[in-house]
């Protein structure tokens, strides 16, 4: 697979999570038989209400392959609306969103850093 491939690929994830995110948003899971109603400990936190990003809650995601299961928790965690992976070497744009969890990862695709922006 060519890097090309995996990049517009990693953004279609991102993209349907997203939008797939934003349809429950706001409605209280189904309870399934047998749980005793508490989240678990590895749910998320609930995103900020603004839909801003915070990157503390989403620091866990450093030294985690950026699958996209990693990514999605991550933007998750951070209440942002969207999130994109920062490779080494890429040409990305420079405006600020404050909506947007950045996920800089190294050359394997280990995560490095998180932040907003």
Known sequence: ?????????TSLILAAAALGGCSNYGTAPAASS?????????????????????AQPAQGAVGQNSTSTVVET??????????????????????FNA???NLEVDATGRIVAVNCG
Not at 3 to 9: E, K, L, Q
Not at 75 to 81: D, E, F, H, L, Y
């Open 99 to 101: 909506q947007r969890l």
């Open 34 to 54: 047998g749980t005793t109603g508490t989240p678990s400990a590895s749910a998320p936190p609930p995103p900020p209400a603004t839909g801003q990003c915070a």
């Open 74 to 95: 991550a933007r998750a965690r951070s209440g942002a609306q969207i999130a994109r992976i920062l490779r080494p070497g890429q040409m990305i744009t420079k405006e």
């Open 1 to 9: 697979m060519s890097r090309p491939i995996h990049i517009v690929s």
